[in-house]
């Protein structure tokens, strides 16, 4: 994997938490999701 690549996918990752953090928990549970899922869905390595 290259510099770049990861830091695309860094990139990603923290934009991926920023934006499910600003959500407040009634809309997290729209979505199916608590707040603990976050990092995992953020990483990639979340299953329902």
Known sequence: MNIAKKIADFARYQRTLRELNSLDSRQL???G???SDIKSIARGTYTA
Request: net charge neutral.
């Open 29 to 31: 549970n729209d979505l």
């Open 33 to 35: 999701i608590t707040r």
